[in-house]
T-cell receptor, first 111, second 113 residues
């Protein structure tokens, strides 16, 4: 089983739609979780951290389910500018180098 | 925020050439990383460094070496470039403390012909 798995997509959604991505991880000892956004031919940038209690930042909501070992990202009222690849990142140990990246889920928001 | 700068954005090199990719971060933090990213394979860790002159192999170190002579600078070296090293290379640094957030440079697109 891969350490961090994401549906590669693409997810093609109309503007204004709500879309959700899941990411599963295999290491039950994983400590920290993040969503990164990567635009085409650009570097990944932190979108949001994922907290145990779930967290929201504007139209974006991230949740963690430790029992089932997955995290999710919900985007409400999709904008054209949300089109990007969303990377799930899991930190499995105390050292910051123990980061595992998912391969990303591609989102295309269409007019 | 940590700012990570990769000086070479686009390079074309010949097979067998020695290639240097430079990376500088503007904050006084210890941890720096080199990744490569390829379609369908995602981000793969080549090397990382947690202090000056310290380095650790990542998942795919073969064909690469690194240098960390100063805290702010972390260089990736391809001793003898090969076509399978054509890729986007991303340098990254963390924001210190528990190192939870990783910040990337803009990437270096290397083509080996």
């Amino acid at each position: 089983r891969k350490e961090v798995e994401q549906d590669p997509g693409p997810f093609n959604v109309p503007e204004g739609a709500t879309v959700a991505f899941n990411c599963t991880y295999s290491n039950s000892a994983s400590q920290s979780f993040f969503w990164y956004r990567q635009d085409c031919r650009k570097e990944p940038k932190l979108l949001m951290s994922v907290y145990s209690s779930g967290n929201e930042d504007g139209r974006f909501t991230a949740q963690l389910n430790r029992a089932s070992q997955y995290i999710s990202l919900l985007i409400r009222d999709s904008k054209l500018s949300d089109s990007a690849t969303y990377l799930c990142v899991v930190k499995s140990g105390a050292g910051s180098y123990q980061l595992t990246f998912g391969k990303g889920t591609k989102l295309s928001v269409i007019p | 925020d940590v700012k990570v700068t990769q000086s070479s954005r686009y390079l074309v090199k010949r097979t067998g050439e020695k290639v240097f990719l430079e990376c500088v971060q503007d904050m006084d933090h210890e941890n720096m990383f080199w990744y490569r990213q390829d379609p369908g394979l995602g981000l793969r860790l080549i090397y990382f460094s947690y202090d000056v002159k310290m380095k650790e192999k990542g998942d795919i170190p073969e064909g690469y070496s690194v240098s960390r002579e100063k805290k702010e600078r972390f260089s990736l070296i391809l001793e003898s470039a090969s076509t399978n090293q054509t890729s986007m290379y991303l340098c990254a640094g963390t924001d210190g403390g528990s190192g939870n957030t990783i910040y990337f440079g803009e990437g270096s697109w290397l083509t080996v012909v």
